[in-house]
């Protein structure tokens, strides 16, 4: 069935026109100048969501609207945990039953809605296997996944109501109802916060305020008092809320207290431990490791070294064989990530300006002559299909998941491709990031975000073959991207096990100035 791709915006045409003459004119956005994090999106009022606002064509993309999902995805979804255990444990013997159910009926105490982006990857000797990138609190997807289902009373409403259903309506029965209403607090992604805030009214069965926070807004329409979150109509009237569902990603934790009376999903703790910070995250994942080492289970990732001074960048580079990726550790939509292959790469990121001391080092996952040499051998992509002109692209995995009392399940999953076509040999003076770099937000100057939405690959007929995947490789996904979440809800468990935030252990393991004032900000009096 033919549809009508998404309006795109000027930036999104010249992008494109630029990748199809072969001479990309437009670099993707890296961590923006200082002058441009100061300005502010244009304002918009406090809405309020009532009951039956879901309109379908306003939470997704229009081409998704009319996509038929691939029977191969949907059969993954509807397979559930048990037979997801079965099948992952018959081909992995080595992998006791007890310990992976045990792993996906996982109560998770502040991480409860979460997405990974996974590479799929081989080494020379061509095992296979999926890889973690990062994992994201407050994840996108669900205006990218066609409808699982054609029946049902509420099968429109898709994933959204099931992220609402499960982790969220677990979380809301917590709440002390004489507190207030309820909101939504998003700063990006207005298609998906909005369809979270009109489900999120259906399912509760009461109005729902929809409500932009931005970085650095100077009057913003939500304070917080007493820790409880209040929000601000068009009339200037402040309204309590006892539960939040936080669509928050931009340095949440300069807004948002770690301690509330106010019951919030995700909580912030969830971002400080991994959620938004990649060198938390892939402490956690060390960690969590270590515990899993008897089990046959581990986290796969990158080579990764963290807490690295600028100057010692150009020396670990030197380790990796020339070629790693850079990354500011708290940015997230592709902001802040550096591929590194030459001196132009390299001297690029040296002579930036950056707000934060530390960065992290990663081993550069790229064809199978120019990957970083790591001590566990070269990863490289195994992309995409070959297309009619035998080009093969990089592209990843975005799979989100949600957990409640009855542990997690697979929410909806979409892929993205590179730019440009992976090539087998490199130049001197390449830009690399075009046949590496896969994500579709691009921040404007003006301080909001647009899409590239022309190399989304979604979940249906027509897109998903060219993965080149199977069931067992979204399992294998799942997996990674539970024993990510688990690992980064562990780690906020141990920053807040005296009931407040252990200060003194997050610096120890993440010693950057920078970031423990932009937490100071809404959390004074948990700071010794």
Request: aromatic fraction near 10%; charge should be negative.
């Amino acid at each position: 069935m033919s549809t009508s791709p998404p309006s795109e915006t000027l930036y999104e045409q010249k992008t494109n026109a630029a990748t199809q003459a072969g001479t990309p004119q437009i670099s993707p956005p890296k961590t923006p100048p200082p002058e441009e994090s100061t300005k502010e999106p244009k304002k918009y009022v406090a809405r309020k969501i009532t009951t039956g606002d879901f309109e379908p064509e306003q939470h997704f993309y229009p081409r998704v609207l009319n996509a038929q999902i691939h029977p191969l995805v949907q059969s993954f979804l509807t397979l559930g945990n048990e037979r997801i255990i079965a099948r992952y444990t018959h081909l992995n013997p080595q992998i006791k039953h007890e310990t992976l159910r045990d792993i996906l009926s996982y109560s998770p105490k502040y991480f409860q809605w979460a997405g990974s982006d996974l590479f799929n990857v081989t080494t020379a000797s061509g095992q296979r296997q999926m890889i973690v990138i990062e994992t994201n609190s407050c994840p996108s997807g669900q205006k990218s996944m066609p409808i699982l289902s054609e029946t049902g009373e509420n099968n429109e409403h898709g994933g959204y109501r099931v992220v609402i259903e499960s982790a969220f309506k677990n979380q809301l029965s917590k709440a002390d109802m004489s507190l207030g209403g309820l909101a939504v607090i998003y700063d990006k992604n207005a298609m998906e916060s909005s369809g979270y805030a009109a489900v999120l009214a259906d399912v509760a069965k009461e109005d729902v305020w929809l409500v932009e926070w931005y970085d650095n807004d100077t009057d913003p329409n939500v304070k917080w008092e007493d820790g409880v979150l209040y929000v601000r109509d068009e009339a200037n009237d402040w309204h309590p809320i006892r539960a939040c569902f936080r669509y928050l990603t931009q340095k949440p934790w300069n807004r948002f207290p770690l301690n509330t009376r106010t019951i919030v999903m995700n909580q912030i703790i969830s971002c400080l431990a991994g959620g938004r910070n990649k060198m938390m995250a892939a402490r956690a994942y060390d960690f969590y490791n270590s515990e899993l080492v008897d089990t046959g289970l581990s986290i796969r990732t990158p080579e990764t070294i963290n807490n690295i001074t600028r100057g010692e960048i150009p020396l670990w580079i030197q380790s990796m064989g020339g070629h790693a990726v850079l990354k500011v550790p708290y940015s997230n939509a592709g902001q802040g990530v550096y591929t590194i292959t030459n001196q132009d790469e390299l001297s690029h990121f040296m002579n930036e300006e950056h707000h934060y001391d530390k960065f992290i080092v990663q081993s550069l996952v790229g064809n199978a002559s120019w990957s970083s040499v790591t001590r566990s051998g070269r990863f490289y992509h195994v992309g995409t299909i070959p297309n009619k002109k035998n080009n093969t692209f990089v592209s990843d995995l975005r799979m989100m998941v949600a957990g409640d009392d009855e542990g997690f399940r697979p929410i909806c999953i979409y892929g993205r491709k590179a730019r440009r076509p992976l090539t087998s040999k490199l130049g001197p003076h390449d830009n690399t990031w075009e046949m590496l770099g896969t994500n579709l937000s691009i921040k404007l100057p003006d301080g909001s975000w647009t899409t590239d939405s022309s190399r989304l690959i979604l979940m249906d007929r027509r897109d998903f073959n060219q993965l080149g995947i199977g069931v067992d490789d979204l399992i294998d996904a799942y997996i990674q991207t539970v024993l990510a979440v688990i690992a980064i809800d562990r780690m906020a468990e141990r920053l807040t096990s005296t009931g407040k935030f252990d200060y003194l252990l997050f610096r120890s393991l993440n010693p950057d100035d920078a970031l423990l004032r932009e937490i100071q900000q809404a959390n004074p009096n948990d700071f010794i």
